[in-house]
């Protein structure tokens, strides 16, 4: 049973894919601008695309339209659609080599990162073709309409309606929590087509303009300072009925599936393992005692408890990304990542404040940069809120992964 | 003596709920955050305040008080803490006080009246680094013909900007880290080589950085005894940790009381949220976590005014635990309230921010557990 | 407002308490045996009174019978029924004073903490007349019979039943924890006398003694080794109805009046700041650095947390009573209580045991007194289990206190 | 490599699996334990343990064994958790062996061959006072003659009543709390001079204290080099910590399931227990420790296996996650269970008691996790 020999068929595969590697490490050395490979400090050193974009900097525009043309601002989607058609374990292989030189993400959106995949799975040939490559090329910029002011958790509760009128809809209703609306060309967005049965079914995922008569925008202000969010009102917005994203009354299901690339999204938001250890940024403030220990014993002891549960996270992280390449992975098991994720990532901010002490209770200052640790750390209580609630993926835990009853 | 108000105590707190209730509920905190006011409290506010009595609550009735103790200071904290009514309650009638009760009869005199009828405001000066480390005071004051010379910078004194009389502890002798040495100085911030700069502070309540650059003192501004200054500092910090606490407590209490009329109100899944077991339980355990917190206060609180010897250890058990109740309530409070928490519309956001200044100011619940454990010797 | 002068009236009443304590101080110092004055060390130490009562020393027996003599084996109960008649400032300071000089409670009985306060509120004067001198005088001793193997924290779904047969009950079923069952002479049982109706109700509250024919016992052996407890089986046993406490199927009225006595009591079981503190303890064992702190910088930060929680729990237990005096108390307050005390004394051995390493990993060893600390911290874990789970407890406070829907 | 048990492992583990569940399911673990069996362990199930290849599982090939690595060891070592199943493997087939692989041409050829077969079991002694603190070594290796004498006191010998080999961290040179200045030697626990005490311990596996009095050992004896013991000490301990950390995930693991289980059987209130919301939500997020503690523990097993340099932080981790993950989960199998998770007739106390040994074994959460915080610099 012992001392059965190693497989040897990944060999091949593997000089492939070295190449692709080599090639890869050469294109980016030669074609990424070096301003664009330090860690983005403001928002400004996001591009986002869209109708109104604005290149923050001349590099900036360069490695955009450099990556554009080579499909790389979506390397995993097919050409057709203006992706690269890479495979899985290249656009690891590319992601390595991008970060390996600190490379910016050359175009941020919610296009590529959630309404890309539902598309793809979802979509029309005649939808692909009309929103794909704009997402890949950065022309229209998306928003996502979700959460509503009575559907928070319980989001099946929305209640934004879409009424029939001929070969369109007459939308109208109120959403909240939309990121950046008030920049977006676009907004995917979840309306009832049907009130008459069960709350999960009726619901339709649709697409429509944000400059379309009767979409308004205002944003929403946070404990923790200005923020992307919106509230977003509809009037009696007029879309086509062929806007709509899978079957109708089934838009539940493209919800769902894109939850799912979210929630893996936000667990992977704190900042795990990446930068100056934790205890290191405390002994920056605080100062270390005659054996280099953090000079305060309790707060040194919650910073490697804490930095244990972190690196245990980013292993299992790395797990999860495994397991689903092995198609191993239970499809519940990012909602577990979400709730241990959001919640560490809390627990850091906590440290950070503790450790910044007097200092990080400032809020205005330029010596504080603005308060940029307190707001920060405030911002980060909305981890476990935003994106299904810690209540709401225990719950799911509970009941899919183990089975429990009425769960 | 019972860990109970008494009638008398019961009194205060109902009198001043009733003023800070009706006329200083947190929209007044509000108004002055969203006006970026220059003052930072409502002068008309401290003055109504101050006849009242409350300004001078700590006063001697031989200097126009009412000679009331930590107890009574606690009452009116923790009503403060329900509203976050922004006062120089803390700098002024607590630490202030406090602080003067141990000067000479001149000083006294002098200050002590005008405390309590309003017209005088104080603020004490101790911190340096980033964390509350009163023995690792490094300020400079050197003598210098008849008085001291004082050199360095404090941060976080709390209504710094609006003080008319700063409390400043100094270094007269001895190093950082170091009990004996230390000596308090009563010192007029408008006084050559001082500049003072207000912070604009997460809980948009009131602190300021001041630097001193040889800015000259007499004889006579020292409070308590040269070099001695430690075991008066200790006193006055402890009375004030005592009643951040009450603030603590009446902060905890107020955020658990809307969190738990929010689960009462609020829909998702067809159900008010408050029927979920899970949050049930999390509530029922904020609940008891607020009423130990409540005991451990009091008594501390009462062990101060007894001054028994175990009033040092008590106080380091209740702003430890006050430190880590109130964390956890406006944590649970939050999150309970879901987005809607989140934003600055709510007010919950507001006493989650005081509530981490509260934790930081007179030492963090961490320095405090760590105070325990060395009073205990271990 | 300020400035109301203090109430002078305590003032005579203090001076007859001084008195009282003078008196009793004077007492106790002349009549409490140096023996009786060093803490309970063993099992042994405890004089649980009985028909089978064994002194396990002469002042044991010397310290008991003077004591029962003044009535002081219940100095709260009235003296008709064999008390001390003393009100509550008196039964204080006599608790006081007997602390001060470390005397031993002269008999320990479930008679005196648990049935006793029910027969006072619940019992008819013949009832009262009949176990109350019994039970001062430590004649019988008692057990109680609620948990049963399928009512555990659903106490009120218990099964055992008592069949109407002409002036007496027939008593068939199962009891389960019945502490010393084994060496009980009566017992005090739940029973259901009505089955048709809702679980809470058809229960009645009945007293019977343990030589009955058909009851019989077997003791459980716990994780933590030996245990009080007892399996208690009940084979058609004959009892009078009369031996009903309060009305017939209305025993769960008394149950739960009986049970904030027992959870008052567990919620004081820790040891709370008594004697050495943890983190000498954990010194003893560890040893200190050269400042003299607890040479295991982590565990010392729990130590101090868990000092923190404890005295605080300290206050409020204190303040409990302060409150009840005064009327003023919540009457679900003490199952609040009770989860936080017990929750803390898990928290307590758990340290202990960290604090012992190795050394507490002994089991049998008389170096190590036959495993005591490991055995003490395993008992620990049924605290927040007996008399209430902690899950009980904290939802009585969300339904009671709260008042939270559905709870 | 991906966080997976690959092929090979898949096997060794099911091969695993299927002896220990079939023929050491916990009921064999009671059953040593009420017999209070001299040996602690069925030498019988060692023997098939052994030709199964167990045994020589990290043996090099060249010595008989199957050389394989952490992996491997951590893949039996959590199969072991999930029954309780008492043997050697720990001891002499993970420690012994690492320890062993570090000898001489004739130390290996002498000792590997006869662990591979399963005739010779080894226990590692290391452990001095109440905590595990390998560099507070005090037990003194005097040199004498050729060789060395002992003499000290060692407690926490897991196997040590069993074994046929000692293996001694002694202090050759320097003072406790040094690095430098550690030996290991190969001793017989029948040499003069030592004495072998079984102790009982809480979880009814084998552990001994050992007392060396003027033991003489030779210069043949010094396992790898002299005064240079730490760093070979570090890695055998690493490994095993890496082991005991993977026996921690199968405990879990096991005692979650059973938990499970039971809340999906046990009716209160007229519902099964599993449907309360409260219930649940400790369910799920233990469910999610656990998961996230397997990859711990797998990540710094494989990086043993590579011999990468964050192989340390990364046992570190592992074994501090391992030990407060099983703490969680053996509190909540107990509460869970309710009365009946507190009798010996029940087997999940015994979790529990396992899981407070593998804590202590080879360092508690505190220990590795401080020792992360000394690993990063703070």
Redesign the interface.
């Known amino acids: 049973?012992?001392?059965?020999p190693?497989?040897k068929r990944m060999e091949t595969l593997m000089s492939d894919l070295d190449q692709f590697r080599s090639e890869t490490r050469a294109w980016l050395e030669a074609n990424c601008p070096p301003e664009m490979r330090k860690p983005m400090s403001s928002d400004e050193d996001t591009f986002w695309g869209g109708r109104n974009a604005k290149y923050s900097s001349e590099p900036q525009r360069l490695w955009f339209e450099r990556m554009r043309d080579k499909g790389w601002t979506v390397p995993h989607w097919p050409k057709e659609y203006g992706g690269g058609g890479l495979d899985g374990e290249q656009t690891k292989i590319l992601r390595q080599e991008m970060a390996a030189i600190s490379a910016r993400l050359p175009l941020v959106s919610f296009g590529i990162s959630m309404l890309g995949p539902a598309l793809l799975k979802y979509g029309t040939d005649a939808q692909k073709q009309e929103h794909l490559p704009k997402i890949a090329a950065g022309l229209i910029r998306w928003c996502q309409g979700y959460?509503e002011p009575?559907a928070?958790?319980?989001l099946a509760?929305l209640q934004t309606r879409a009424e029939s009128d001929g070969d369109d809809y007459l939308i109208t209703g109120q959403k909240?929590?939309t990121s950046y609306a008030n920049y977006a060309d676009w907004i995917f967005c979840l309306v009832r087509t049907d009130a008459s049965g069960k709350k999960h079914d009726g619901i339709s995922f649709i697409l429509f303009d944000m400059t379309s008569k009767g979409v308004s925008t205002k944003p929403?202000?946070?404990?923790s300072?200005k923020s992307p969010f919106c509230e977003t009102f509809f009037d009696n917005v007029r879309v086509p009925k062929s806007h709509v994203l899978g079957t109708v009354n089934r838009g539940w299901d493209v919800a769902k599936y894109l939850l799912q690339h979210e929630r893996a999204m936000i667990s992977g938001m704190g900042e795990r393992g990446a930068g100056r250890?934790l205890?290191?940024i405390?002994?920056d403030?605080?100062?270390?005692d005659a054996q280099?220990?953090?000079d305060?014993?309790?707060?040194?002891?919650?910073?490697?408890?804490f930095?244990?549960?972190e690196?245990?996270?980013a292993?299992?992280a790395?797990?999860a990304v495994?397991?689903a390449?092995?198609g191993?992975a239970h499809p519940a098991?990012s909602s577990?990542?979400k709730?241990?994720g959001t919640e560490l990532n809390?627990r850091r901010h906590?440290i950070l404040?503790?450790?910044?002490?007097?200092?990080?209770?400032?809020?205005?200052?330029q010596r504080s940069h603005e308060?940029a640790r307190?707001r920060a750390?405030?911002r980060t209580?909305?981890n476990?809120?935003?994106g299904g609630?810690?209540?709401v993926?225990?719950?799911i835990?509970?009941k899919r992964?183990?089975?429990?009853?009425?769960? | 003596m019972p860990l109970l108000l008494n009638e008398e105590q019961t009194m205060l707190r109902d009198s001043a709920r009733g003023f800070i209730g009706d006329k200083a509920p947190v929209s007044h905190f509000r108004q002055l955050r969203d006006a970026k006011d220059a003052t930072g409290f409502s002068r008309d506010y401290w003055r109504t305040f101050s006849e009242m009595g409350f300004a001078g609550l700590l006063v001697p009735e031989a200097f126009g008080g009412s000679g009331l103790g930590a107890v009574e200071a606690g009452v009116v904290m923790e009503e403060i803490g329900h509203t976050l009514m922004p006062s120089p309650f803390l700098s002024t009638a607590v630490l202030g006080v406090s602080a003067l009760k141990h000067g000479s009869d001149a000083q006294k005199a002098d200050y002590l009246p005008k405390i309590a009828d309003g017209a005088l405001l104080t603020a004490l000066a101790i911190d340096e680094g980033a964390k509350h480390r009163p023995l690792q005071t490094a300020m400079k004051a050197a003598r210098s013909g008849n008085g001291f010379k004082l050199n360095g910078a404090k941060a976080f004194v709390v209504d710094g900007h609006t003080a008319d009389l700063l409390i400043v502890a100094g270094r007269s002798a001895g190093a950082p880290g170091e009990r004996d040495g230390l000596t308090l100085f009563l010192v007029d911030p408008k006084a050559k080589g001082i500049s003072v700069e207000r912070t604009a502070m997460v809980d948009s309540h009131n602190a300021a950085r001041i630097t001193f650059d040889d800015v000259e003192v007499t004889a006579d501004s020292v409070l308590g005894d040269v070099d001695q200054g430690g075991a008066l500092l200790d006193s006055v910090l402890n009375i004030g940790r005592g009643a951040v606490a009450a603030e603590m407590v009446g902060l905890s209490d107020e955020v658990f009381g809307r969190t738990v009329s929010y689960l009462k109100e609020r829909k998702q899944f067809g159900k008010l949220i408050g029927e979920f077991q899970a949050l049930q339980h999390r509530a029922a355990h904020l609940y008891t976590e607020i009423e130990v917190t409540r005991a451990a206060v009091l008594k501390a609180l009462q062990l101060i005014d007894d001054g028994a010897p175990t009033a040092p250890a008590a106080i380091a058990v209740a702003k430890a635990k006050a430190g880590t109740t109130a964390t956890l309530a406006v944590q649970e409070g939050v999150q309970m309230h879901g987005g809607m928490g989140m934003t600055d519309q709510f007010d919950i956001g507001f006493f989650m921010k005081r509530a981490r200044v509260c934790q930081e100011l007179l030492g963090d619940s961490n320095y405090h557990a760590d105070q325990l454990a060395r009073l205990k010797n271990y």
């Open positions: 049973m012992l001392g059965i190693r497989t959460s009575n928070g958790s319980d509760s909240i929590w929403i202000l946070l404990i300072g250890p205890g290191q405390a002994v403030s605080i100062g270390a280099g220990r953090l305060d014993a309790m707060l040194r002891g919650q910073i490697a408890s930095e244990v549960d690196a245990a996270l292993c299992a790395e797990r495994d397991l390449k092995a191993q098991f577990a990542m709730y241990y809390k906590e404040m503790s450790s910044g002490g007097i200092d990080a209770l400032e809020w205005e200052s308060g307190p750390w405030l209580k909305a476990s809120i935003e609630t810690s209540e993926m225990l719950g835990v509970a992964i183990l089975d429990l009853p009425g769960a």
